[in-house]
């Protein structure tokens, strides 16, 4: 197993991710090989100061290396030789089996549609993100930031590919899907929660329990949690600032804890021919080693095979 890593994608520059790949190195099992892309001598240096045997990782070097001001739409195309482009041209040359960036979020985006692209049948590759329980156990939203305007029919299958995410990574036997709206009752929402409610109702793949209310989001009504991304990243973004209000006021409180991004590291990008996570820029090195650590997770899971074979 071959794991591609982004070295220059931190907001805190190459020295965190590889602090981060060394530590990941050290837990992972011994079949699995971190492959570092970046500056190769910051890389070597960055290792050399880490204790850590350049041996042990595979280096592959990069240029003129994709900013956060770049242009998501144009960044791959006038910048072939950096990290992320590289990263992507491994993935779907299968020399890597996984891709794992802190990176620009929207070039990222980019490379996964079009270089990796996506799995035949879905209609829109997404982005969840992980919501802790109440009861301890973890929920799915999606998507959060992917996809700002869906039709119903991509609201639907964002359903399956919630529950395959839940299913074959957090192991959830039986998912409970649902749609956030504004209301419990079938007849409330938009034109598109409606239908979508109609589609979703109607289909055989995942358990449907109709609609849940953003009072839901931290209990156990639901595990999969479906809406669009314009609604999603606000809910997300909310969540992430209620978190950080209380940890400045000195509020401590175990559940709130687990909101904390830290402890998920990164998440993939479902519904592409290649295994894509993206992490936070400002990620420190736990976070970018939870990442890693993650990713291989997912890898193992095979989680594109069973989304392939779900759409056939």
């Known amino acids: 197993m071959r794991i591609g890593v982004d070295i220059m994608g931190s907001d805190h520059g190459p020295a965190v991710p590889v602090r981060a790949a060394v530590m990941a190195q050290r837990e992972l099992p011994g079949d699995v090989r971190l492959v570092l892309i970046g500056d190769a001598e910051a890389i070597q240096r960055h290792l050399a100061e880490e204790g850590a045997d350049a041996a042990a990782f595979d280096i592959v070097p990069s240029k003129d290396d994709i900013t956060m001001e ?82 119903p029919d991509v609201l639907c299958q964002f359903g399956l590919l919630g529950h395959l995410l839940a299913k074959h990574v957090y192991h959830i036997a039986e998912p409970k899907v649902a749609l956030l709206n504004i209301g419990e009752e079938d007849k409330k929402g938009n034109a598109t929660a409606l239908a979508a409610y109609g589609l979703m109702k109607e289909q055989t793949q995942y358990t449907f329990i ?97 989304i392939a074979e779900a759409l056939t």
Do not use: W
């Not at 990263?87 to 270089?115: C, Y």
């Not at 849940?212 to 595990?223: H, I, P, Q, S």
């Open 70 to 151: 770049d242009s998501a739409t144009k960044a791959l195309q006038t910048k072939p030789h950096s990290s992320i482009s590289i990263g992507f041209h491994l993935l779907k040359e299968k020399r890597i089996d996984a891709f794992a960036s802190t990176g620009n979020t929207g070039a990222m985006l980019v490379g996964s549609v079009f270089s990796v692209k996506p799995i035949p049948g879905v209609i829109r590759p997404c982005i969840p993100s992980v919501v802790p329980k109440e009861n301890g156990s973890y929920g799915i939203l999606l998507d959060v930031g992917a996809n700002a305007d869906c039709k």
């Open 210 to 306: 109709g609609n849940v209310e953003g009072r839901d989001l931290f209990n156990d009504k639901a595990d999969v949690m479906v809406t669009d991304g314009f609604t999603g990243n606000i809910v997300l973004k909310a969540v992430e600032a209620f978190h950080d209000l209380l940890k400045l006021r000195g509020v401590h409180e175990p559940f709130f804890d687990r909101f904390d991004y830290e402890n998920y590291g990164g998440l993939p990008v479902l519904g592409v021919n290649g295994n894509v996570i993206i992490g936070h820029g400002i990620s420190n090195e736990l976070t970018i080693k939870n990442m890693l650590l993650f990713t291989r997770e997912v890898i193992e899971s095979k989680l594109n095979e069973r």
